[in-house]
């Protein structure tokens, strides 16, 4: 029982550091802004990458289940 604990714990302070590393990414990206598009018409008014539907909440919950960002943009650079 300990052992899955501290399993589950290592994961969780894996997924936390990739955050915080993504979330430095971001706060340091100039022209964010242009790029992410939020309008009540589209995905409920949740924020999206400009000109798609894809929601920019997608995009950061497949980051923080590990995905890379080439993996990500692989799989989404058609939509860009």
Known sequence: ????????SDVYDG???RLKLNL???KTMTN?????TQNP???HGKPCI???RIMVSVILDNLAEG?????LF???HHWL
């Open 24 to 26: 430095q990414a971001l």
């Open 67 to 71: 995905l890379t960002f080439e993996r």
């Open 41 to 43: 018409n589209v995905c």
């Open 32 to 36: 964010w802004q242009e790029r992410i």
């Open 74 to 76: 692989k799989s989404i």
């Open 15 to 17: 997924l936390r550091l």
């Open 1 to 8: 029982m300990i052992c899955h604990a501290i399993q589950k």
């Open 50 to 52: 400009k000109r798609t």
